[in-house]
């Protein structure tokens, strides 16, 4: 039977009409929402920010990791340290400063690479492509494939366990908006390709299932396709191929800059965009719960407006229910931004479980996050 929410427009006290715009004078905007930004929602007009609390105690608490710190880097990415994680999405971060002396293979599901730092060739079951800072590649689950890379190299690694990625219904806008298919890239089997197929010695491919590590040794290279024809291949797109929806009137979700989309999590990027213009409309992110999701962002480049002491290569955890909202510097330009658009790439990843934090995310963890929205802290 379908599941149909309760939903009950209504107005109480003193309040704006329309979300994130011409808020009460002197009022912070909060929002309770079912199933992240697409569910019934309610919007408070508080007096005080939402995020001013003088301590804050227990488990429910929000994580900064400075994922710049972990120095690890081995050949394998089915070594590189598990960050986060449930039984639907696994996040790694994988430094690598050397070729992949072995061929690697996911069969727990499709592997997504987010290229931080670095460039590489990667060479596949499909071929050869060219790998920059700033590229998303979707590894269908059960591709065979190695990296080598220029110099030293950093990546966050996320993979649909037991699923696959696909691109989200843009709606209204249509299937050509924030980035059209036609940009998506796939491997050649170019001269690279093949002559890499000369090198014909014994290889081990590392396959991944079921979180367990079996190798297949093979008396050549096993990366010997002539050629291949179908509908499924690795695809690649950078973050600077995206043209984010924006409105100048309306501070829009995260959800519309949603990337690719799994059953129980989606991976959203946010790319440089103009701030609102309408005097009326929000110019940061609004305060929120986000009661329904464990949300995830990784910082790759620029300056990040809404997060103060925040640098790129850091990733912070908001859990399911922890209010958050902008930092008390970016609070301060809540309607007037000094800069007419934003520079900043991020990654973020929308959990509909609640994620594990792992060792290795502890050990470069800056304790002192929750204490961030405190204005005396952040100098303002
Ligand atoms: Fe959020």
Not at 171 to 197: E, K, T, Y
Not at 264 to 283: N, Q, S
Not at 286 to 295: A, G, L, S, V
Request: hydrophobic fraction near 40%.
């Amino acid at each position: 039977m379908a599941h149909r929410p309760i939903s009950l427009p209504l107005v109480r006290g003193t309040a704006s009409r329309q979300a994130h715009a011409d808020l009460p004078e002197g009022t912070f905007e909060r929002e309770m929402s079912k199933e992240g930004f697409f569910g019934p929602a309610a919007f408070f007009y508080h007096r005080h920010p939402p995020t001013g609390w003088s301590d804050f105690e227990g488990p429910l608490r929000p994580h900064a990791f400075d994922l710049v710190k972990i120095n690890e880097a081995p050949d394998c990415p089915w070594s590189a340290p598990v960050i986060l994680s449930n039984a639907h999405v696994e996040m790694r971060m994988w430094n690598l400063d050397r070729a992949m002396p072995d061929l690697a293979r996911n069969g727990d599901g499709d592997q997504l690479l987010f290229i931080h730092k670095g460039a590489a060739d990667l060479f596949c079951d499909f071929g050869h492509l060219r790998l920059r800072p700033g590229d998303y590649l979707v590894l269908p689950r059960g591709t065979i494939w190695r990296l080598e890379p220029d110099d030293v190299m950093s990546m966050l690694m996320i993979e649909a366990t037991g699923a696959g990625f696909a691109l989200p219904d843009k709606g209204l806008v249509g299937n050509h908006a924030i980035f059209d298919p036609a940009m998506l890239d796939a491997p050649d089997i170019d001269g690279a390709f093949l002559a890499q197929q000369s090198d014909s010695r014994e290889t081990k491919v590392r396959i991944k299932s079921r979180k367990k590590i079996s190798v297949a040794t093979f008396p050549y290279n096993p990366l010997d396709a002539v050629g291949w024809h179908g509908d499924l291949s690795p695809v690649r797109v950078n973050v600077s191929a995206i043209r984010p929806l924006m409105s100048h009137r309306f501070h829009v979700p995260p959800s519309a800059h949603t990337t690719f989309v799994a059953p129980r999590f989606v991976v959203c990027t946010f790319a440089p965009r103009p701030f609102e213009t309408d005097p009326g409309a929000i110019k940061v992110p609004f305060f929120h719960n986000n009661d329904d999701y464990d949300e995830v962002l990784f910082y790759h480049a620029g300056d990040f407006f809404s997060r103060d002491n925040i640098h790129a290569g850091m990733m912070t955890l908001h859990p399911a229910g922890f209010t958050h909202g902008p930092h008390p510097k970016a609070l301060s330009r809540m309607l007037v931004q000094p800069k007419p658009a934003t520079d900043e790439y991020a990654v973020m990843v929308d959990s509909r479980d609640p994620l594990d934090i792992a060792p290795a995310a502890t050990g470069v963890e800056w304790s002192g996050y929750v204490d961030s929205w405190k204005a005396k802290e952040s100098g303002t």
